[in-house]
T-cell receptor, first 117, second 114 residues
């Protein structure tokens, strides 16, 4: 079964600095998709970025980029120029390779990011 | 375009009761998935509906059920509530639920079972 590991329960970063949130995954499938979501205290999960296993370039979406290292099975999220509004829980997730759809996601345990002045 | 909406946002029930949660997907989205989030178990997949049919199911007891209507709106029902059912229930929609489709989540329904 696939597994997502996020080893950083909590992280602090100063405003305007960059921060990397770690995510490693375990799957025997060759085709898979990786997602990052942000969950503010309100509870809603906000989609940030997607990386497909066959994508040759790292995904980027505004201030978010995904450092995808396939051989090491890691998909770290990089947030540049942190803002106070970035304070939230961040979840790494993987599409279930068995069902082959994006609708069944396996999530990591999350990293709580706190942006300070 | 309006996002995923969930009603109610908060719910308090007692053990043994049943509850129905509602989810309206983004317009045009046909796949609706449900997740349970608890501090102990994290985020766990409940089930997915597409074209009024359950297409995927997680490892939850039969007390958890759902359905989808022709307009893609979905409901999930939990019967004979237990204290452990207290959780944030998140609904997500995507176009077709395909391999690269992105799931967009609603604000969740926070259920408390007393």
């Amino acid at each position: 079964a696939q597994k997502i590991t996020q080893t950083q329960p909590g992280m602090f970063v100063q405003e305007k600095e960059a921060v990397t949130l770690d995510c490693t995954y375990d799957t025997s499938d060759q085709s898979y998709g990786l997602f990052w979501y942000k969950q503010p205290s309100s509870g809603e999960m906000i989609f940030l970025i997607y990386q497909g296993s066959y994508d040759e370039q790292n995904a980027t979406e505004g201030r978010y980029s995904l450092n995808f290292q396939k051989a090491r099975k890691s998909a770290n999220l990089v947030i540049s120029a942190s803002q106070l509004g970035d304070s939230a829980m961040y979840f790494c997730a993987m599409r279930d390779p068995l069902t082959g759809t994006a609708s069944k996601l396996t999530f990591g345990t999350g990293t709580r990011l706190q942006v300070t002045l | 375009k309006a996002g995923v909406t969930q009603t109610p946002r908060y719910l308090i029930k007692t053990r043994g009761q049943q509850v129905t949660l509602s989810c309206s997907p983004i317009s045009g989205h046909r796949s609706v998935s449900w997740y349970q989030q608890t501090p102990g178990q994290g985020l766990q997949f409940l089930f997915e509906y597409f074209s009024e049919t359950q297409r995927n199911k997680g490892n939850f007891p039969g007390r958890f059920s759902g359905r989808q209507f022709s307009n893609s709106r979905s409901e999930m029902n939990v019967s004979t509530l237990e204290l452990g059912d207290s959780a944030l229930y998140l609904c997500a929609s995507s176009l077709e639920g395909g391999t690269t489709d992105t799931q967009y989540f609603g604000p969740g329904t926070r259920l408390t079972v007393l």
